[in-house]
């Protein structure tokens, strides 16, 4: 089992910047794969950005030029960085992880962090 807790969300105002940390306990991260899902309010969850226990890094196209995924091993977390936010950045952000996720279902998840971005 790993338990997964989301934090570095709030209210920033348009063109700021958020970093979201997720912190991973009773396992490490080494063997899965983590990433991060956003639902804003009346929307399906969308999928933002994934890492891997190789390195690779991959996003989806409407933030990979402005969110960044990263990860520290030492401190068993994963970030976001959320850079040039823009309003239609509002919504609860959640990381997750799977050893190996088929057609995008994770077995572990979080929380959730809310982001509002205002205009």
């Known amino acids: 089992q790993v338990q997964l807790a989301e934090s570095g969300g709030g209210l920033v105002q348009a063109g700021g910047s958020l970093r979201l940390s997720c912190r991973a306990s009773g396992r490490t991260f080494s063997s899965f794969v983590v990433a991060w899902f956003r639902q804003a309010p009346g929307k399906e969850r969308e999928f933002l950005a994934a890492t891997w226990s190789s390195g690779r890094t991959g996003y989806t196209d409407s933030v990979k030029d402005r969110f960044t995924i990263s990860i520290d091993n030492a401190k068993n977390t994963v970030f976001l960085q959320m850079n040039s936010l823009k309003p239609e950045d509002t919504a609860v952000y959640y990381c997750?992880?799977?050893?190996?996720?088929?057609?995008?279902?994770?077995?572990?998840w979080g929380q959730g962090t809310p982001v509002t971005v205002s205009s």
């Open positions: 997750a992880a799977d050893p190996a996720p088929k057609a995008g279902a994770y077995d572990y």
